[in-house]
């Protein structure tokens, strides 16, 4: 039901209840029906959840591969130590699948704890204190300041109540409520001001109130509810890389079956055309692909850290380079989560105030001329009267406690060096939302003042004077601050009147008969601020192409203003009642026009990141609120806040902002697009070089009719490719990942979402890499081991095995010569420093040395089938460095030279 729309009599009838309460009986009935006051997980079973994580294809044709390669162990293959790096690598991403799947329920578990342990009920005619779990439908709870709301609750009683809800709305300053009822079917949380929602609380006055909803069905219910829903689902990195895995184990695994085929059909044994297929299989399978990517997503996530970004989900260290729009929260995101005093009026002038938050040190100016309200008394009695009509405190260290509006007018002050010690306060009429007004007496240095600040509308009917800029009183024209108050509204500032009166050095008490005939000191407007930092980052994200979208709980004319202060398109707004009234279909269109959505409830930023999703962007979403949840669920990479958000939103979040600052986004988004650089690299590193050793085994076979020596063993053994794909990756491709961030990568628009990993290029590199690779190695162990056949016969079985060792060395500098031209996927080897990679350095020389062993240690070499060979076979060796690298620089000068000619015609036609 609508609670809202039902007066208070209404709420009770329809629940069969009374201001008395409920009797235990009753209550225990009901909640045999309606159950416990809990919000309800249902958890995967450990063992299951862990189970899920091998049914991928990787996983599934890894573990294959690895019982493959474990048997021909058995047999004598001597493949045990790729068997036992598969399984590693298996059971690695196993458990990082494990971990990342449990975030969901994390998130709800600490929704769950946001509930309220115990409250104060009416039963059987008495105030009772009960576990709020035992709450039901129709029980009246009591409440004051500080308390927490234990269930969904509507008003009937109320006393300057204020709740703070911005857990659940956003909304930066606690939110007055009332009785009355609401009209309207979509009135969003935010809007509706005689109920109270479980998990926020009162932060002043006392309240009666009837519970409506409990457990599952409190908007902190439905809200775990489209958690649970929002299934963890694949970030672009991860769909990409399935898509690509599906493809490429599709391939190697024909080319494996032809190649067993072929071997049959030219005569060879079963046995030998099984070992050619497995071979081939295993020398093209990037085993330690998994493993890479996540050694690449780990080191930018250790390096977003470093600036503040908390990664939780590896896969999101690089989703965040391809976002194209990023959905961010306004309070304490883009704005300072601070209420500021931004603009004073009086004695018909206007003034400025510099400085955030709890900066005491801005300054007043006028036309952009700074005043010292010490030399302006009218604008000193302002800032005075909201100071010391004030029950905020400010320490020495500038921290404040208080109502954040009062705080605001505290810090005002404070900017002009007011003192509390400066008065003695006497008496106070507190404020009320009724009359929407707050008064003091106080004694300043013997003489007595009262002191009002409250509703502009209220105050100056209260005021008979003003004052003139020199502080002399004299009759007040209202319409001057009627305008003037007006003004800050469309500046969606919150504006309050101040007011004050001498009175005799006696007096003794206040009463509200007393606020008459006042002299109307002026008006004092504030608002959240945008942060610095957040008016750069949005700036810096529009170069990069990436759109910044606000989606906020906030009042439509409040986010207005600041998105036009961040330099967000602010012309049109949509707000979380017109988001009731339109279908998903409409607003995929919507969310392409605006870019600010106010007085949004949780279901609709879910909304917003789905429409955007469907539009094809990658999503980022912000947020810190219990309300952000779905939503970062939803979004392809959810950011929460760390210092100011709630457990619920951290749970749901890939990332956490632990300076909860925009600013932190625009860095975190270029590390991902330097994450995603590097992993090019590692993927058109490891892929070509498997598809050299590939292809050595397949064209050994099929040569094998034709050339006698290819008849008698591959080029290389099973070992020695798995020698080589182990330590290329641990060697080579991981140093890869060390290569420093190249410039502008965020003045480049975010990469296509859809693009597949398999495009041309890639395919382009693995021709031009394998071809590069496998020819040498071919030539190699032709030439050197040639003359151990004659007449089809193997005459010197030793000369076979150093032609192979000769062949395993050439294709190691082949690498290299690959491995250097690496570093950039389109920029020259030559036009940066060798030096910039000390890595790669350190793990060529490594290389080296590791594969020296059997020549140092002899009794090794028959672990890898190798021989010494004759000192005069390396300079053919050595000159294997040179045609992989000749290819790839010869490639990326002819795609330069083809971009800068077709630059160069599109300006050409553009002049003309």
């Not at 909640?31 to 996983?59: C, H, Y």
């Not at 470093?306 to 304490?332: F, H, M, R, Y």
């Not at 004050?500 to 509200?512: E, G, Q, T, W, Y």
């Not at 000068?893 to 000619?901: A, T």
Request: glycine share 8%; hydrophobic share 45%.
């Amino acid at each position: 039901m609508l609670w809202y729309q039902l007066a208070p009599e209404g709420v009770m009838s329809a629940l069969g209840t009374n201001e008395q309460g409920l009797s235990s009986n009753e209550a225990t009935t009901r909640q045999a029906t309606a159950g416990e006051n809990v919000i309800s997980v249902r958890k995967t079973p450990a063992w299951l959840r862990f189970l899920k994580q091998f049914k991928d294809p990787m996983s599934v044709i890894l573990l294959a591969t690895a019982i493959v390669t474990g048997m021909l162990t058995v047999f004598g293959a001597h493949l045990l130590p790729d068997t036992l790096v598969i399984l590693s690598v298996v059971v690695l991403n196993a458990c990082v699948g494990y971990y990342l799947e449990g975030k969901a329920e994390n998130a709800i578990e600490a929704l769950k704890s946001m509930m309220v342990p115990e409250c104060m009920v009416r039963r059987d005619g008495g105030l009772l204190r009960i576990p709020s779990k035992d709450l039901v439908p129709g029980d009246i709870v009591e409440l004051e300041g500080g308390d927490k709301i234990p269930a969904d609750v509507r008003f009937i009683r109320l006393h300057n109540a204020q709740v703070d809800e911005s857990s659940l709305t956003g909304e930066s300053v606690p939110v007055t409520k009332n009785t009355d009822l609401i009209e309207g079917e979509n009135v969003v949380p935010g809007d509706q001001k005689n109920m109270g929602f479980s998990g926020t609380y009162l932060t002043q006055g006392t309240a009666k109130a009837v519970v409506v909803e409990i457990g599952d069905n409190t908007v902190f219910g439905q809200i775990a509810g489209m958690v649970k829903a929002s299934a963890a689902h694949a970030t672009p990195l991860q769909r990409k890389l399935g898509r690509f895995i599906k493809t490429l184990i599709i391939a190697i695994m024909s080319i494996g079956a032809v190649n067993f085929v072929s071997g049959i059909m030219l005569g060879y044994a079963i046995s030998y055309s099984l070992l050619g297929a497995i071979s081939l299989i295993v020398a093209a399978i990037p085993e330690m692909l998994p493993a890479l990517v996540t050694a690449v997503l780990a080191k930018s996530s250790n390096a977003m850290a470093k600036q503040n970004a908390i990664v939780s989900n590896l896969p999101a260290a690089e989703t965040l380079g391809a976002t194209s729009v990023i959905c961010s929260d306004k309070t304490g995101t883009l704005t300072e989560n601070r209420m500021t005093v931004t603009n004073a009026f009086t004695a018909g002038q206007g003034f400025e105030v510099s400085g955030v938050g709890y900066d005491v040190t801005g300054h007043f100016s006028r036309d952009g001329a700074r005043t010292d309200p010490d030399t302006n008394p009218s604008l000193r009695r302002l800032l005075e009267v909201g100071f010391f009509c004030n029950n905020a405190h400010l320490s020495d260290e500038g921290k404040s406690i208080g109502d954040p509006t009062e705080i605001a007018l505290m810090i005002a002050g404070a900017k002009a060096h007011l003192n509390k010690d400066q008065v003695r306060r006497i008496e106070e009429i507190p404020f009320d939302s009724a009359t929407k007004y707050m008064a003091v007496l106080a004694d300043c240095n013997g003489e007595r003042y009262i002191f009002v600040k409250g509703a502009p509308e209220i105050v100056l009917e209260m005021c008979s004077r003003t004052t003139d800029p020199q502080g002399n009183e004299q009759p007040l024209q209202s319409d001057e601050y009627v305008e003037a108050a007006k003004g800050f509204a469309r500046q969606a500032l919150r504006t309050l009147g101040f007011a004050f009166k001498r009175v005799a050095p006696d007096h003794a008490d206040l009463l509200h008969q007393d606020l008459h005939d006042l002299s109307f000191a002026g008006l004092q407007g504030m608002i959240d601020p945008p942060k610095d930092s957040a008016i750069q980052a949005v700036a810096n994200c529009k170069s990069a192409g990436i759109r910044t979208v606000m989606v906020t709980g906030d009042h439509p004319l409040t986010a207005q203003a600041v998105a036009k202060q961040l330099g967000i398109p602010a012309h049109r707004v949509l707000s979380g009642t017109e988001l009731n009234e339109i279908d998903q279909r409409a607003l995929q269109q919507e969310v392409e026009e605006v870019s600010v959505f106010a007085r949004v409830a949780p279901e609709h930023k879910q909304q917003i990141a789905e429409a955007l999703q469907a539009n094809g962007h990658v999503v980022a979403m912000t947020g810190d609120g219990v309300n952000d949840a779905p939503a970062l669920k939803q979004a392809d990479i959810g950011v929460a806040m760390g210092r100011e958000g709630t457990e619920v939103a951290r749970q749901a979040a890939d990332m956490v902002l632990a300076d909860d600052n925009f600013a932190t986004i625009v860095t975190a988004v270029e590390e991902g697009r330097h994450a995603w650089r590097n992993l090019q690299k590692a993927i058109l590193y490891t892929l070509p070089t498997n598809a050299a050793q590939a292809l050595l085994i397949m064209g050994a076979i099929l040569m094998a009719a034709f050339v006698p020596i290819f008849g008698e063993r591959f080029v290389l053994e099973p070992i020695q490719i798995l020698w080589i794909n182990l330590l290329d990756s641990l060697l080579l491709t991981l140093p890869l990942m060390m290569e420093p961030k190249e410039r502008g990568l965020l003045s480049q628009p975010p990469r296509d979402a859809k693009a597949n990993i398999i495009d041309l290029l890639f395919i382009q590199r693995v021709i031009l890499i394998g071809t590069a690779i496998s020819i040498p190695g071919f030539l190699v162990y032709h030439y050197f081991g040639s003359p151990a056949i004659v007449d089809g016969q193997v005459v010197d079985p030793l000369l076979l095995t150093q032609a192979q060792t000769a062949a395993f060395w050439a294709i190691l500098f082949a690498h290299f010569g690959y491995v250097f031209s690496a570093r950039s996927i389109h920029r020259s080897v030559f036009t940066f420093s060798p030096f910039s990679n000390r890595w790669l350095l350190a793990g060529v020389v490594a290389s080296i040395s590791i594969r020296l062993i059997p020549t140092f240690v002899p009794a090794t070499s028959s672990w890898f089938k190798t021989e010494d060979f004759p000192i005069e076979w390396w300079p053919l060796i050595l000159a294997c460095f040179l045609p992989s690298l000749i290819a790839i620089e010869g490639d990326k000068y002819l795609r330069q030279k083809r971009s800068y000619n077709t630059a160069a015609i599109a300006s050409a036609e553009q002049k003309a």
